[in-house]
Nanobody, 120 residues
Framework: VQLQASGGGLVQAGGSLRLSCAAS????????MDWYREAPGKQRELVAG???????NYADSVKGRFTISRDNGKNTVFLEMNSLKPEDTAVYYC???????????????WGQGTQVTVSS
């Protein structure tokens, strides 16, 4: 099982980007799915999370600008980022709690990062 993130890039301040993260492989179900980010010299921080039933939570710094959503049929989580600021520049990572079988407990899996750069 792997998570593949995409959608990062370079954008001017005030612009928008949409990140995607798709899980592939033998998957029974996925519980929580999260987006984290790590800026140079800073600790990785939670940006947004969404449960299997659609409940969401956001970091205060992105509330009102970012929207997390998911497509359970495609095992994919999205992060719509609007009104981007230079301080949003970071490598963005997705994380998902995945269950592959009723025989095994679910486990957390990280995707590879995708770079988001916001120019002023």
């Amino acid at each position: 099982v792997q998570l593949q993130a995409s959608g990062g890039g370079l954008v001017q301040a005030g612009g928008s980007l949409r990140l995607s993260c798709a899980a592939s492989g033998t998957i029974l179900n996925i519980n929580d799915m999260d987006w984290y980010r790590e800026a140079p010299g800073k600790q990785r921080e939670l940006v947004a999370g969404i449960t299997a039933t659609g409940s969401t939570n956001y970091a205060d710094s992105v509330k009102g600008r970012f929207t997390i959503s998911r497509d359970n049929g495609k095992n994919t989580v999205f992060l719509e980022m609007n009104s981007l600021k230079p301080e949003d520049t970071a490598v963005y990572y997705c994380k998902a709690e995945i269950r592959t079988s009723y025989l095994y407990a679910p486990y957390w899996l990280w995707g590879q990062g995708t770079q988001v750069t916001v120019s002023s």
